[in-house]
């Protein structure tokens, strides 16, 4: 062999090692990480914006920042209610705790809510294009698919609005198992099959709208999986058995969303439109939802249900066009199989938020509710286009400049009405540029400008609302509020009992028509008022404080001494909140009231110096000057330099009308420490000492210091204590002390 030869054989050896270390799939799998990268870059052009939103009225402080177990982060307590309550009307246990983790870490800056959800929503989108690549063995396709899934309009509801975690949580386990099962069909094992389970739980508890995933594995085993020809009785039983696990999960968590004590509300208000008008409704959001995925313009949050119903015709083609389709992809089932899968995702998916079972008395549909329905319609238009366009010449360029426009335009779309979500304002003004007689969003930017300051547009707003749907129990009580506030108390228990007429159990209009009834003086209704939010929401604390304030105002003592030790026995602060009560009553002249709280708040702390210190203030407005003097002389006893304490326990000892209480020489030093730990220049203090030095017999030294307490009133224009002062003196000039006289 010649040496060229040898040298030609030589590189092609060195070709062939090279060859043989760089498997042949290498450049797809380079590719698969830049279509990755990509979607995380788009996802963060729309969404990134986020961090600097703020929450929004809508469910947010339900869910989040006035949610007094949510905000104050992840504890055992925590984890329990989570699964024991629902939280506006979902039993979301999972979604809870994230919100619960997210308060922990950014406390009630929304930015990092936000941020969670678009991190959440970005592994969405890079999961969905792994698992259909996986599914499907299309690269481009599956890219383009999760490309609109990630950028499209219609996800800004369901990213941008914090409350909806739910969504981009329960479909990241969503995705995660349906990537574990196409794994497990392809190679069975237990472990595989639990995992796959786990992952269906966790859906389940961030959101129980994924119940319908046992029906799309069914879809998936049909295409592209091809475990079965036809949807035969034969076929399906094997898959029907396999998946009964799932079913049980499913209904387990739909039972369990059923029985929330929320929830029951829901439920019982379902039938509120006939059911003729909610199949209608029903119908015509499934065509709506495809205009909106074809041509997002005018996406708005929440879009009213039409007052007089929708008119027959929009039924009549709905039902025509929806019956097109479904006889369409039904025809073309063995040559595209991939359009009735795709198109029985869309309708399954979407059925338990249709609207046939009527979850919402203001909407007639939502952009959330296309989440993870419309990935079914995504994957068959796509899949449809690529099998229509083999023939075409430059098929590539035609088709890679198509999908460049597309996300493109989505990405501009997308970035816009994201944007709509930065505050409470932006999108409720949005919402009534988009939408007609939205009474819903005439409400919420009525309460977001009521929180601005704005009574007058706010309360505009609201009428404007009631004018669309004088029914609107929220909008009474937003009204009850602001009537409230400018001390309109009558107009306000209108408005609070007028959305209590038409919804009985509002725990809120409850509460708030309780405290206007205390205004009013009528406590037995308020004390009614109250026990009507503890019978809704046993565990609310801060009803039982003001049932027991109430009560205590009423003379009920041991039935108020039975609420008020539950809302401060579980409280670290229980002491404050008795002193802080006691300082009400003071405030209001009732000692008695007063002189109970203060010593409950001693009884669990035997050491709070202003409790005892305000004790004898309110003993002796009651008369009772020796527990009075007690009570400071137990402060004293804590603390010897409190100022005002050492003086009105002095002047007690002073002007006590019993003689066998008064102590000139006590009372001396007592005003004298008084008197030099405040300078020497306060007025009142200088008259205690006066009178001290009185009773003491030295009343040329009194009434020394009772004109020098004159001269810094008189500076001070204390012109009570002038006239006061001006009269011992005398008393001092005739050498009589001072007694019986008006006590501080």
């Known amino acids: ?23 042949a799939h290498f450049p797809e799998r380079r590719t698969v990480f830049w279509v990755c990268l990509f979607l995380v870059a788009i996802i963060w052009v729309v969404f990134g914006q986020t961090g600097r939103f703020d929450f929004v009225n809508y469910d947010d402080q339900k869910n989040v920042y006035e949610n007094p177990v949510v905000e104050k982060g992840l504890s055992l307590s925590a984890v329990g209610w989570a699964f024991t309550h629902a939280q506006v009307a979902n039993w979301i246990p999972l979604t809870t705790l994230s919100h619960m983790l997210d308060c922990q870490i950014f406390g009630l800056h929304a930015g990092g809510h936000h941020l969670v959800n678009v991190l959440l929503h970005t592994a969405n989108a890079v999961l969905l294009f792994l698992v259909l690549r996986q599914m499907t063995g299309s690269l481009w396709r599956s ?22 975690r739910k969504d981009v949580l329960s479909a990241f386990f969503f995705l995660l198992t349906i990537g574990t099962y196409v794994r497990h069909v392809r190679k069975p094992s237990r472990i595989g099959y639990i995992l796959l389970l786990l992952f269906f739980a966790l859906g389940l508890l ?93 996406l708005a949050v929440p879009y009213p249900i039409a007052p007089d119903g929708l008119s027959t015709w929009k039924i009549l083609l709905a039902i025509i066009f929806l019956a097109a389709i479904s006889a369409g992809v039904i025809a073309w089932r063995k040559k595209s199989p991939f359009l009735l899968m795709g198109w029985l995702w869309y309708l399954g998916m979407l059925f338990p938020v249709i609207g046939v079972i009527q979850i919402s008395p203001d909407a007639a549909h939502a952009d959330r509710y296309t989440y993870l329905p419309e990935i079914g319609l995504a994957i068959a238009v796509t899949w449809l286009i690529g099998d229509l366009s083999i023939q075409w010449k430059r098929r590539q360029l035609v088709l890679g400049g198509l999908m460049i426009a597309v996300i493109s335009a989505l990405t501009i779309c997308g970035h816009a009405q994201t944007s709509y979500w ?46 669309i749907n004088p029914n609107y129990a929220q909008a009474h009580f937003n009204l009850g509020v602001v009537f409230l506030k400018r001390g309109e108390v009558d107009d306000a228990i209108a408005e609070y009992n007028q959305a209590l007429k ?74 404050a909140r008795w002193f802080d009560l006691g300082n009400e009553f003071i405030q209001e002249r009732d000692w008695q009231c007063a002189v109970v709280c203060y010593r409950q708040a001693i009884k669990i702390n035997p050491r709070l110096t202003d409790a005892y210190a305000n004790l004898g203030v309110a003993l002796s407005q009651k008369g009772e000057t020796k527990n009075a003097m007690d009570a400071w002389q137990n402060a004293l006893d804590i603390n010897p330099d409190q100022i005002y304490v050492l003086n009105n326990l002095a002047w007690m000892l002073v002007t006590a009308s019993d003689a066998t209480l008064r102590n000139g020489a006590k009372a001396l030093a007592l005003a004298q420490q ?45 012109d009570a204590l002038v006239a006061t002062l001006q009269k011992e003196i005398q008393l001092y000039e005739a050498g009589k002390p001072v007694q019986d006289s008006a006590r501080e």
Not at 233 to 246: A, F, G, R, T, V
Not at 260 to 268: A, E, K, L
Not at 443 to 458: C, P, R, T
Not at 694 to 712: P, V
Request: proline letters at 5%.
């Open 422 to 467: 930065q505050n409470g304002q932006i999108l409720w003004s949005r919402a009534l540029a988009c939408t007609s007689r939205n009474s819903v969003a005439h409400n919420n930017i009525g309460y977001v400008l009521y929180q601005k300051g704005d009574i007058e547009d706010a309360i505009n707003q609201y009428n404007q609302a009631l004018e």
């Open 206 to 298: 961030a959101k129980s709208m994924v119940a319908t995933l046992p029906f799309v594995l069914l879809l998936l085993d049909y295409w592209p999986l091809k475990r079965i020809s036809s949807f035969s009785i034969s076929n399906l039983k094997h898959l029907l058995i396999e998946k009964i696990p799932l079913f049980v999960l499913a209904a387990g968590a739909c039972a369990a969303t059923a029985l929330m004590p929320d929830m029951q509300t829901i439920i019982s208000n379902a039938h509120r439109l006939p059911f003729s008008e909610r199949l209608g409704n029903a119908l015509v959001s499934c065509v709506i939802y495809l205009r909106q995925m074809v041509f997002p313009s005018g």
């Open 143 to 164: 890219a383009f698919v999760a490309a609109v899934f990630a950028v499209h309009p219609l996800r800004a509801e369901s990213v941008a609005w914090v409350s909806e």
């Open 502 to 575: 038409i919804m009985p159990d509002y725990l809120e209009a409850h509460f708030d028509l309780g405290a206007a009834l205390v205004l009013k003086g009528n406590l037995p209704e308020a004390i009614a008022q109250y026990r009507k939010v503890l019978k809704i929401k046993p565990d609310y604390a801060e009803a039982c404080y003001n049932l027991g304030r109430v009560l205590l105002l009423n003379g009920d003592w041991d039935e108020a001494m039975v609420c008020l030790d539950k809302t401060a026995a579980g409280s670290p602060a229980s002491p």
């Open 1 to 23: 062999m010649s040496r060229k030869k040898k040298s030609m054989a030589g590189r092609g050896q060195i070709r062939a090692r090279k060859s043989e270390r760089i498997p």
């Open 674 to 718: 008084a008197s030099q730990l405040s300078g020497g220049n306060n007025p009142a203090i200088l008259r205690t000492l006066a009178a001290a030095t009185a009773e003491d017999g030295n009343f040329a030294l009194a009434g020394a210091t009772a004109r020098h307490a004159l001269e810094l009133a008189a500076e001070q224009k204390n």
